[in-house]
């Protein structure tokens, strides 16, 4: 079942010899850090083995939000936020961003009450959060069924197309002197004198002194073949669109059990406000410990399966030498099949909550695979028994949005800038150095 069709951006022909960085992954983390290092006059090669965008980046739901985030992350999505008003500007493209508000439901008073703190963590920040009331909500929305305590809304929050944006940010990347390198997979690093001197791709070597790994859900096969500890597992998100639908909502809206964008075409994205499928794998063992504090807050709304995924990924070597083709190279796009089951049960209880959508067209479903943290947060951090080396992965499905703010954050960790916010819970250290490991936020 074909992704969504994400605007092409063609690689370059030609491999630098040596660069000063090389990113590895083309999604809007990678293209983002890409982008924020090229202004800098840092020579870059954006390697990607597919290509750019094709995975979770252009997979996710488009939500640019600071609403409901874990605390730990309100500062760096601040500045992405303010990032996101001048991307397109700064790209010369369209990114389809719009701040549009988003609204999260509250259906019950605990909900209401733990929306209401939240709000607490915005402190010190230029942005307009409030609570609706009921009333409020059903006046907003004259036309719908929904009987709810209140709401969470933050009218500055926004949106974009994930179609358009990594390759946007690529392209501009590109335009500042930066090398895009697609179908160019990276099989591993190389050192001297045990630090980062250059990266061997399938189409050859590059020398290098710094290398930030941003390989989305492949992160942890990568990061394991160089003895890095790195919990990161796949959960699978699944997403329908429909066709252009005339009258529907402008703010996109989370509910439990369903959540929907309008698009800029005119449809709509949705998707369960609550719900992902879990495959157990090899790796849910090896990482069994490290993800209990999730599981145990949010074991209800995942859906375990046994299947074919466990042997599939049982067949991927952890080792391999730089000389023969590595896993990266065998898959160049994850493209999981979606549960129609899921995205269709969406949509009959956003017909429900809003009748309009009953003329609603599905145009397209699609999966996507969101590269998940214990404590879903993301790790943006140099290795310190590695000099030179750097990961930023494990966006747990919020990557999208905070991506050009933590694009810039690695930058800064790579050039030695003061970094734009404290990176300090997102180092990689938290999982080895007796730090408490808290899943803070379910959205």
């Known amino acids: 079942m074909p992704g969504p069709y994400v605007v092409p951006v063609h690689g370059d022909a030609e491999l630098p010899k040596d660069v000063d960085v090389v990113v590895i992954g083309g999604g809007i983390i990678g293209a983002s850090t890409a982008l924020e290092l090229a202004e800098r006059g840092v020579r870059v090669a954006l390697c990607e083995k597919g290509g750019i965008g094709q995975e979770q980046s252009s997979r996710n739901w488009g939500w640019v939000r600071i609403a409901c985030r874990d605390p730990r992350e309100v500062p760096l999505m601040a500045e992405s936020l303010r990032i996101w008003d001048t991307l397109d500007q700064r790209t010369g493209r369209d990114t389809g961003f719009k701040r549009a508000g988003i609204i999260f439901t509250s259906s019950t008073e605990q909900e209401f009450s733990d929306h209401s703190n939240w709000i607490k963590n915005l402190e010190g920040h230029p942005i307009e959060a409030r609570m609706l009331s009921g009333q409020e909500f059903r006046s907003m929305y004259p036309g719908t069924t929904m009987n709810l305590k209140g709401a969470l809304y933050t009218p500055t929050d926004a949106r974009a197309e994930p179609q358009k944006a990594a390759p946007a940010i690529a392209e501009a990347a590109r335009a500042n002197g930066a090398a895009i390198l697609t179908e160019c997979a990276v099989r591993g690093i190389e050192t001297a004198a045990g630090a980062v001197s250059g990266v061997v791709t399938e189409r050859g070597s590059i020398a290098c002194k710094a290398v930030v790994l941003a390989g989305g859900a492949w992160s942890s096969l990568f990061a394991g073949t160089l003895g890095i500890h790195l919990p990161q597992l796949k959960v699978l998100n699944s997403v329908l669109r429909t066709k252009p639908l005339e009258g529907g909502p402008e703010q996109t809206m989370w509910a439990s059990n369903f959540a929907f964008r ?7 994205t949705i998707a369960s406000g609550n719900e992902n499928i879990v495959d157990i794998v090899p790796k849910s063992f090896r990482f069994a410990l490290d993800f209990v504090p999730a599981l145990r807050k949010e074991w209800r709304a ?14 991927i070597p952890d080792r391999w030498t730089l000389d023969e083709p590595s896993p990266f190279e065998y898959c160049r796009v994850l493209d999981p099949r979606p549960s129609t089951g899921m995205s269709d049960n969406a949509l009959a ?5 809003f009748p309009i959508f009953e003329s609603a067209q599905i145009a397209q479903r699609w999966g996507g695979y969101m590269d998940v943290m214990p404590d879903a947060i993301p790790v943006i951090s140099a290795i310190d028994h590695i000099p ?6 494990g966006f747990s499905g919020h990557g999208f949005g905070i991506g ?4 810039r954050l690695m930058a800064d960790i790579v050039t030695g800038r003061t970094p734009v916010v404290d990176p300090k819970d997102f180092r990689l250290s938290r999982f ?3 730090s408490k490991i808290e899943l803070i936020s379910g959205y």
Do not use: C, M, S, V
């Open 262 to 268: 309008k698009r800029q075409d005119g449809g709509y």
């Open 302 to 315: 995942l859906k375990f399966r046994l299947g074919w995924r466990f042997w599939d990924e049982l067949r």
């Open 349 to 353: 209880n956003l017909r429900r909550a």
């Open 388 to 393: 030179g080396f750097h990961i930023a992965t």
């Open 404 to 407: 050009p703010g933590a694009g």
């Open 432 to 434: 080895t150095d007796g």
